[in-house]
């Protein structure tokens, strides 16, 4: 089958190209390193050609609530547009856990990508991943301040990302579902605490400062507002396992 996905050179996006490859798919990347740019709509008719299932796992690394509403609404838009134009049947798209209940910028915006999603003409599917292992490092990454990194206090229960990555190849050959039983890691950890981890044994070295953030955000990212309640599907490998591989 032909799937795009949208995000497809991203954490999770390679994962799932790879995936679908090997199960005999035919993935088709949105990306603009692929000379796709889904801010504009520029180059995704051509790639549409032939596709039947779209997976979103775009992405800007932003806390901004406008920044993150605009790319996450602009690109929605634009897909949809281009999937009813192109006659594609499923859009499949991956969103967080417990968005709804910590205001962070963020998630305000993928909160309004779902609400495009649903309101939108494509039949559809919304699937709920925790953070990924893979979010210590992008998180690692993003708040480096030269030797230093201020991480927020956040408790998850994070998952691979080849985890979820096969979670969403089997919900694109599925038919459309609505939203779906929310993904949950083997383990409820700090955030912040992998982060040190990483950072002590694969590096960058950084001294770590943990933030609390203020108000609803804060006390949602450190209360366990981000961890799938039950019934939520659980993932297997754990932080250590995914860290000794690293
Ligand atoms: N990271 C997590 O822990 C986590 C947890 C749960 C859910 N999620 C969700 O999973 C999805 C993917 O996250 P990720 O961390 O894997 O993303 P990522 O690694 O930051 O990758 C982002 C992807 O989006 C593409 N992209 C960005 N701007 C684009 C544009 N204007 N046009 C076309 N492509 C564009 C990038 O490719 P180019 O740069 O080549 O354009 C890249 O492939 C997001 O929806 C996120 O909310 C993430």
């Known amino acids: ?94 969103s967080i856990v417990g968005i709804d209940d910590v205001p ?22 919304i699937l709920r991943a925790p953070q990924f292992h893979e979010f210590a490092r992008q998180l690692l990454e993003r708040t480096s301040v030269g030797p230093v990194a201020i991480v ?3 408790v998850s229960a994070p998952m691979a990302a080849a985890e979820v990555a096969n979670a969403l190849a089997g919900l694109a050959v599925a038919q459309p579902q609505g939203r779906v039983r929310d993904l949950r890691g083997p383990e409820v950890l700090g955030m912040h605490d992998l982060v040190k981890r990483l950072s002590r044994t694969v590096g960058p070295r950084r001294l770590i400062l943990v933030a609390n953030l203020l108000g609803a955000t804060g006390r949602g990212m450190s209360g366990g507002a981000l961890v799938a309640r039950d019934p939520a599907t659980v993932g297997t490998q754990t932080f250590d396992e995914w860290l000794a591989l690293q």
């Open 1 to 94: 089958m032909r799937i795009a996905v949208a995000g497809g050179t991203g954490v999770v996006g390679s994962a799932l190209v790879s995936q679908l490859e090997a199960a005999g798919h035919e993935p088709v990347v949105l990306a603009r390193a692929t000379g796709v740019d889904l801010m504009t709509g520029e180059g995704l008719e051509q790639r549409l050609d032939g596709v039947e299932v779209v997976v979103d796992v775009a992405s800007t690394a932003t806390s901004s609530k406008k920044k993150a509403t605009h790319f996450f609404t602009t690109t929605t838009a634009n897909l949809l547009q281009a999937e009813q134009a192109a006659g594609v049947r499923h859009h499949v798209l991956l």
């Open 104 to 125: 962070f910028g963020y998630y305000v915006g993928k909160v309004a990508q779902e609400q495009a999603v649903v309101a939108g003409s494509v039949p559809w599917t």
């Open 152 to 154: 927020p206090r956040m």
